[in-house]
């Protein structure tokens, strides 16, 4: 089974701080990306990649950096937190295209930025 | 770009069917998916469609696509407490040029009362 995990659950974090979200996934997939969930927006990209130390812009970068050194690796930075970046972080890994676009998700990551 | 939406709330007693609408604006969709968010955890993959299908049935899940319409639809049958759950309508578009991005919609949150 693909797993995907997440460096931490929940996470509480002040305003101005930088703050690293971790997401591994052992499935050698080559694609992988990281989402926000806010009640009522659904999903919204944020960054995406699809190969080592190759990253590509989603629908809302503004704020946000992404790291990606390792395939099983990818990193979702915020340089400087603020309170309109308090949301539910999720991160997903795919493979090429086999025959559909199935993204394997993470159980998420709840930040609080206070 | 490409909009998915969704109704935010549906309520059903359990035993009757749910049925969930989504509507997408990408005529280029390839394919079309439905992914369900228990309490707590991150998207799992229910089913999809191929865009050239009308129907596909997998045990008590029916899905109706009507491509002129742009108009997705996830019907659960018996519906049980243990659907009670968030169900997202996601399209993959022809071409991403890498990474097979999903566009995700809103969200439904389904509630399954006794």
């Known amino acids: 089974d693909v797993k995907v995990t997440q460096s931490s659950r929940y996470l509480v974090k002040r305003t101005g701080e930088k703050v690293f979200l971790e997401c591994v996934q052992d499935?050698?997939?080559?694609?992988m990306f990281w989402y926000r969930q806010d009640p009522g927006l659904g999903l919204r990209l944020i960054y995406f990649?699809?190969?080592?130390?190759?990253?590509e812009k989603g629908d809302i970068p503004e704020g946000y950096s992404v790291s990606r050194e390792k395939k099983e690796r990818f990193s979702l930075i915020l340089e400087s937190a603020s309170t309109n970046q308090t949301s539910m972080y999720l991160c997903?890994?795919?493979?090429?295209?086999?025959?559909?676009?199935?993204?394997?998700f993470g159980p998420g990551t709840r930040l609080t930025v206070t | 770009g490409e909009d998915v939406e969704q109704s935010l709330f549906l309520s059903v007693r359990e035993g009757d069917s749910s049925v969930i609408n989504c509507t997408y604006t990408d005529s280029s969709s390839t394919y079309l998916y439905w992914y369900k968010q228990e309490p707590g955890a991150g998207l799992q993959l229910l089913t999809y469609?191929?865009?050239?299908?009308d129907m596909k049935q997998d045990q008590r899940l029916t899905v109706l696509l009507n491509k002129k319409d742009k108009h997705l639809s996830l019907r659960i049958a018996d519906t049980q407490t243990g659907d009670s759950a968030i169900y997202f309508c996601a399209e993959s578009p022809l071409l991403t040029g890498g990474g097979n991005k999903l566009t995700f919609g809103t969200g439904t949150q389904l509630k399954v009362e006794l």
């Open positions: 499935m050698d997939h080559e694609n």
């Open positions: 990649s699809y190969d080592v130390k190759m990253k």
């Open positions: 997903a890994s795919s493979p090429p295209f086999t025959g559909d676009y199935e993204q394997y």
């Open positions: 469609i191929f865009s050239n299908m």
